[in-house]
């Protein structure tokens, strides 16, 4: 027959145990989580630091664009009136809602 003491060092011994186990489960969800955390944040700058690089890169070609450009630059707000004699004559288009495909 086990004796109190034994029965409780016993009790004790497997309460420890479990508690070690458990304590490490815990942490290893926490460094697995603080682990994954930190990759996103890792990505989210990785994204932001490409954006601006690419905003970068899109003023600096508008730049060089703007400077290639000739001095002067046609208005092209207003279409040139049709030569005389034109084949094509200049009509409003108007779109409809109906739908009589067939």
Not at 15 to 30: D, E
């Amino acid at each position: 027959m086990i004796g109190k003491f034994e029965s409780n060092k016993d009790l004790i011994q497997e309460l420890t145990a479990s508690g070690a186990k458990h304590v490490g489960n815990i942490a290893t969800i926490i460094t697995g989580t603080v682990q994954e955390v930190t990759r996103e944040i890792g990505e989210w700058i990785t994204d932001a630091i490409e954006m601006n690089e690419a905003a970068a890169a899109a003023r600096k070609d508008a730049a060089a664009h703007r400077e290639t450009l000739p001095d002067e630059v046609p208005d092209e707000t207003q279409p040139e009136p049709p030569a005389a004699g034109s084949a094509f004559v200049e009509a409003e288009v108007v779109e409809t809602d109906l739908d009589d495909r067939r």
